[in-house]
């Protein structure tokens, strides 16, 4: 392989495989192909895809859309462009959505999603009412100023607002505006995966899909995230709320539509779920339309009518509600916008209907094929997909249905000496084993493996009940009083602001005796954060994330098998959950040199049909224990801390 182009390489040294990395995505963007690399954690990859694409996007007039998954992953390529800048000129722009970047109070205020905001955000400039937009064509100069100013300099959302807050500018259209001309464009997968805002996207930037290279980080997110971008809800609290709503707006042949509707929807839940102990189960998508289209008599037609007319009802009562300065909702339209998309999706076998009651009775749409979301790739120049975990490539390549693509994964750079892997003969989360005497078990793993891993270690659960479990036997007394640690426990359904004060607090701790930090694998904590240093130096797996075998988990399989003949369990089922713990297992180790343990609670990671998913390093270093082994290899592993204490055993 030719020695690569450093023009947009900044530093002064490469890393092991960095030059390798560079001319692969060089190539392979050259060539107009695509390509998926697994590289480790710590390797470089956001600098080394940059240095790759920019080169040939500059040639040819291309604009890069690199996508990740958290605000964090994002700002770290803004941070990364900026050192590119002071090389070579380079321009970049992070999107984020308009309540991020806007100053309108009514919006910050009512709106929360995505899709709510951009019809309030329109509505307001139709209407007059948005003086930051109006104030584009009063102060046109500075705003064009405001837009060559940002794209000599890649910036953060926070520094573009603050500019455009001084001069009481749109910061949501003024980040648009640099964008257009932008080299680099960084924003979340859903600017990629979800239909609508994807077209949105192209449309704003007056581009054709062929102009793109697309990179997708940490893309072993991509499944999971493509199947919740093309899945939706409905609940029948909103039905409920749409039946008053259109009774208020005098709307009430709609709110005799809805009533009626809903009372079907109850008697299905009394045939289907009232007596069995299941949280969902699969309907048949026209079973939900059979009461009102028999009591109304009426047919498709006059259905599909009316719930068209209840998506330009919601519009209308949006438009009030905003003349009003009353949150921006509409039930009426937001049931007419669902429902329309299930009876469209009839006789889709890449769907699964369901009736649920987890948080109260719904209707659930589920997909069942996470590459319906990339589709478009097709008509794109290039894509890049690259994480740290994506072993076996062939199967993400499969999953996600991606064309034209080179694989290539490097070597993990962690030193065989620096890495430890403990698994626990004796204990596992499998169902029919769960009690509190196999918690109790593994409460005593983790207190000791705390006590004598340094400073901060990390404890990632299978699942939130397996959390549940270690708290009830006793977890956060024992580690406090046996190792004088303070536990911080992730909630589940916390905001991004109250994880990360938890999550910084935990880091904190590594400056004085450390901490532990108790999650779940697949979680933002298990994923999508680094700790460096002392920040964690071990990490503790309870159990093998799979998912429980719900009707849309077995859906996901049986699709799976009829997709891939053979691979249909290892796709839907073992394969999403192996790469889980495996994530969570990198989180010990940000560089070659950085020590880490990594103790599995779960003797099922010997079999081999689980350790052929795991890396060569885990593989290489594996050490099956029970208590009193783990202890013995943990204080030799950190002989060094412990040089001036006797060796227990």
């Not at 040819?60 to 994002?74: D, E, I, P, S």
Request: with cysteine; proline share 4%.
């Amino acid at each position: 392989m030719q020695k690569p182009d450093l023009q947009y390489f900044p530093y002064d040294s490469l890393r092991p495989n960095q030059a390798e990395f560079i001319e692969l995505v060089r190539e392979t963007v050259e060539r107009g192909e695509n390509a998926i690399i697994e590289a480790p954690t710590g390797f470089g990859k956001t600098i080394s895809v940059l240095a790759g694409v920019l080169p040939v996007a500059k040639e040819l007039g291309l604009k890069v859309l690199y996508l990740a998954r958290t605000h964090r992953q994002m700002d770290r390529v803004i941070e990364e462009l900026k050192v590119i800048n002071a090389k070579t000129p380079v321009s970049g722009v992070e999107l984020r959505s308009r309540k991020e970047l806007c100053l309108h109070t009514y919006l910050t205020q009512y709106t929360g999603d995505a899709y709510t905001a951009m019809i309030v955000c329109k509505s307001l400039k139709k209407l007059g009412k948005c003086p930051f937009y109006e104030n584009e064509k009063k102060k046109k100069a500075e705003f064009d100023e405001l837009v060559r100013f940002f794209l000599n300099e890649p910036s953060h959302p926070s520094e573009i607002l603050s500019y455009a807050e001084t001069l009481e500018l749109c910061p949501y259209d003024l980040t648009r505006r640099i964008a257009e001309k932008a080299d680099v464009i960084v924003a979340s997968y859903l600017y990629a995966i979800s239909p609508g805002i994807r077209e949105s996207l192209i449309s704003s930037l007056g581009v054709d899909y062929s102009d793109l290279i697309i990179v997708f980080d940490e893309a072993h997110n991509l499944p999971d995230q493509a199947i919740s971008a093309l899945s939706d809800r409905l609940s029948i609290n909103t039905i409920n709320r749409a039946i008053k709503e259109a009774d208020e707006y005098n709307e009430h042949e709609i709110a005799n539509f809805l009533s009626i509707f809903a009372r079907g929807l109850e008697i299905l839940h009394r045939e289907k779920l009232s007596d069995r102990d299941v949280e969902e189960v699969p309907v048949q998508p026209e079973s939900v339309f059979f009461h009102v289209m028999n009591t109304l008599s009426i047919g498709e037609r006059w259905l599909v009518k009316t719930l068209n007319e209840m998506v330009s009802i919601g519009d209308a009562i949006r438009e009030d509600r905003i003349e009003k300065g009353k949150p921006p909702r509409s039930y009426v339209g937001r049931t007419g916008e669902f429902l329309l998309l299930w009876f469209s999706l009839i006789g889709r076998d890449d769907y699964l209907f369901l009736l649920t009651r987890e948080r109260g009775l719904s209707l659930e749409l589920v997909a069942l094929d996470p590459s319906k979301a990339l589709t478009f790739l097709r008509e794109t120049h290039s894509a890049i997909f690259m994480s740290g975990t994506l072993t076996p490539l062939e199967a993400f390549r499969d999953v996600m249905g991606i064309e034209k693509a080179r694989l290539k994964k490097f070597p993990r750079m962690v030193k065989r000496e620096n890495a430890q892997v403990l698994v626990a003969k004796d204990v596992s989360t499998r169902g029919e084993e769960r009690s509190l005497q196999v918690y109790r078990r593994m409460v005593d793993y983790i207190v000791e493996a705390a006590r004598l891993i340094p400073k901060n270690v990390g404890v990632f659960t299978a699942s939130y009940e397996v959390l549940q479990g270690l708290l009830s036997a006793n977890l956060k007394v024992r580690l406090e009083e046996e190792t004088g640690k303070p536990l911080f426990v992730e909630k589940q359904g916390a905001s991004s602001r109250e994880n990360d004060l938890l999550v910084a607090q935990f880091k904190a701790h590594a400056k004085a005796s450390g901490a532990v930090l108790l999650g779940v694998m697949g979680g933002r904590n298990s994923e999508g954060q680094d700790y460096s240093g002392d920040e964690m130096n071990g990490v503790i797996l309870v159990g093998i994330p799979y998912a429980r075998p719900t009707p849309r988990v077995q859906a996901q399989v049986r699709y799976f098998e009829r997709k891939f003949p053979g691979k249909g369990r290892y796709y839907g089922y073992y394969l999403p959950a192996h790469r889980k713990l495996v994530q969570a297992a990198g989180r010990v180790h940000r560089s070659a040199e950085e020590k880490g343990s990594i103790i599995i609670l779960d003797y099922r990671v010997l079999w081999r049909s689980v350790r052929r998913d795991l890396p060569d390093w885990m593989v290489e270093t594996m050490r099956p224990v029970e208590l009193a082994k783990m202890r013995l290899y943990l204080r030799r592993f950190w002989a060094e801390r412990f040089k001036n204490t006797p060796l227990e055993v």
